[in-house]
């Protein structure tokens, strides 16, 4: 794996050991996406992410309605 000149080395490491859960299929994107929004609701919802506490994660999915 290449490492990226920007990050530090915690970074990096934190990267590799991500990677690797997806590489063992041990990480579920799925259960951690809260919502999938288009972008005229994500327009909506932007300014408020930053009061949010939401448990999971939104993902704009901008070939949604």
Do not use: S
């Not at 920007?6 to 859960?21: D, F, S």
């Not at 990480?27 to 408020?48: D, I, K, W």
């Amino acid at each position: 794996m290449r490492a990226v000149a920007h990050l530090g080395a915690a970074e990096q490491l934190g990267r590799r050991r991500g990677l690797a859960l997806l590489d063992r299929a041990a990480f579920a994107p799925g259960r951690v996406v809260e919502r999938v929004v288009g972008l005229g609701e994500a327009a909506a919802l932007l300014p408020g992410f930053g009061r949010a506490f939401p448990a999971g994660m939104t993902v704009i999915d901008p070939l949604r309605g």
